[in-house]
């Protein structure tokens, strides 16, 4: 089912520096909601959209992830933050808004911490002057020469602020060079080819991510959790089974009985599970839901 675009409302105020939800704004959503089963898989912890405008990116975010989660949300304008706050109050969702420039009011504090971050920057090409000169909400989309100087600006900083299982979203423009644009920041992450349904005519929608994230992507795209994980079907299955932490809790000894509290402990080898670390960044270990994993059929008995 498809998620519904976020409400909101621009005070006249607001319309003249604000920046109203356009093409690139749906173009986004519609790549958040394409990811939406890998990115709530991942149990995003923190959320930052930089330059968040009306902040019905950083709400739909928020309602898409359907879990408790510290969203965040960066702009120079202090009428955006407020429009953000209201969007999101409006949609029934929670996000804390900061004014300033790009991630530096939070880059500190949230080095390493974040799990899901946006960025629909200012990408149309204009003259350096313009950018400074922009009153209103033209400096929503004056991006410089090539519409890079405020991108190449913030590009830097995104494998500081990336967790390790960290996901980047970014808009682009064709006249941005993107092919350059991945080149010149090539260990800055690990770059996806923009898929079909995250394209326009002239705008792309990048993504950045861990490498965990394309191994996950990898090894559960064709796995069933209801077959058996053994290469050699009609073989053996070997499970090792521990109790630890035993801990008696009662002894009745006229009943003949025992109540306990312990721990069980599973361990097998999953042979559809793997992966060659060469291909992925060298990344030899990653984290998968058990409930999309085959699990054992083990009691105890009493």
Known sequence: MSLATPQYRLTPEEEESVYDPAEDTFLL????????????????????????GSGVVSTFAANMLDAPCCSLATDLNVLAAQ???????????????????????????LFGKVDLLLFNPPYVPTSTEEIAGCKEV?????????????????????????????????????KNGIDQLLKDNETCCFWCKPSSDSVSRERKILSARANHFDVYKAITTDYDKNVLPVRNISGPMVVSVELTYFYILSMDQLQ?????????????????????????GG?????????????????VMS
């Open 29 to 52: 959503l519609d790549a958040l909601e394409k990811d939406a089963q890998v990115i709530r898989a991942a149990r995003p912890m923190v959320v930052l959209e930089i330059g968040c």
């Open 83 to 109: 429009c953000a706050r209201r969007t999101a109050d409006l949609n029934h969702a929670s996000l804390d808004t900061v004014v300033g420039d790009l991630a530096a009011p939070l880059q500190d504090r």
């Open 138 to 174: 033209g400096r929503a989309w004056a991006g410089g020469i090539n519409g890079r100087e405020v991108l190449d600006r913030f590009l830097p900083t995104v494998p500081k602020l990336l967790s390790e299982n960290g996901l980047f979203y970014l808009v682009a423009l064709d």
């Open 256 to 280: 003949e009985t025992i109540t306990f509290h312990t721990d069980l402990g599973m361990s097998w080898k999953d042979e559809n599970m793997g992966w060659k670390e060469s291909k992925f």
């Open 283 to 299: 990344t030899s270990k990653v984290v998968i839901p058990s409930s999309l994993l085959w699990k054992p059929d083990i009691y």
